[in-house]
């Protein structure tokens, strides 16, 4: 095939397979509304529900305007209905439509396509082969398991009791059947999942159904952003999965992006325990990268540094004993004017800090 067009898939993005294709001369089309937009305009996602949230109406109308020839509006209906329009024949032409996967079922072989949009129905129908790429924790045991998760998932997104679309798919087309792929492919993405599976505590990271509930309501996302993650997955999820995707070394700032305010795990709706993931991977990118663990943190020690170890060491020398900590409280207020004024990192972007005249007890 030459042509693909793509339904959403975090994981594709993930794996960065538009990239991919696109060397091997093969043109893959994003056909859900928002992605669409980012990829005309050279981006990544910012939201793993809404990709293309930080863009404006004006905004697209100029990218439509600048791709496809449209005339400029501010009217969303009238912006819809272009894209609608150009995405259309690409269904027919396409040689392979490409999917994601919002829940496998083990018991029967069927995938679960959550959407609003009704591009994940066509991109799964139209062209001749459907290909879904799906990480391996979207497994679910039975069908049973389907209603409740499904019930979850649209009410934490985007607060609907049910989604336009919700697609049921079991195979191929069968002989009787008059429309469907001639042929329908599985691949199933590990890529640092199992190492997050292999212990109790990190597993439960891999409970999450991408609603993007703790996006929505964590300080630190709202403020800067999505594209400030530089990563697939940005807010709390993506800062306790990442690490496990592409490994601490890569990404040791992540847990550090967190007031450790607990709004995630109020609005998680499978109760992922995020900010103890959070505290978890900060230990392990600052354990030494030649301590022995039992289930190791690929880039394990990534933010392990003598000095810090050392100031560490001193923080806990002074505030494990009460004569330690009067002696140096005492000792601080009266040497105040010594603080140094270029205080490491903190003075960056903060006034330094400076011990008051009289300690508390004072």
Sequence with gaps: GKLMVKGKSMVSEEIELNHYL?????????????????????????????PAIHKTKEQVSELFHQNLGTPLTDDVDQLTGFARKALRDIYSTADVGLSGVNFAVAETGTLCLVENEGNGRLSTTVPPVHIAVTGIEKVVAKLSDVPPLYSLLPRSAIGQNI?????????????????????????????????????????????????????????????IGGAAYGTTYPGPIGEIISPHLLGLDATRDLPTACTMCGACVEVCPVRIPITEQMQRLRVEAQRSPTETVPHPIRGQGASHTFGEQMAWRTFDGIFSGSKAYRAFGWTASKFRALTPRKQLGWTDNRVPMNPAKKTLHQ
Excluded: W
């Design 163 to 223: 989604t336009t679309y919700f697609n049921m798919i079991t195979g191929p087309r069968r002989s009787e059947e008059l429309d469907g792929p001639q042929e329908m492919h599985l691949v199933l993405l590990d890529n640092g999942r199992s190492q997050a599976y292999a212990e109790d505590q990190m597993r439960r990271t891999l409970q999450c159904i991408r609603c993007g509930a703790c996006m929505n309501h964590c300080p630190v996302y709202t403020r």
């Design 22 to 50: 696109q060397d091997q001369g093969i043109k893959a089309i994003e056909s859900d509304l928002g992605e669409f937009i980012v990829q005309m305009a050279g981006e990544k996602p910012t939201h793993i529900v809404m």
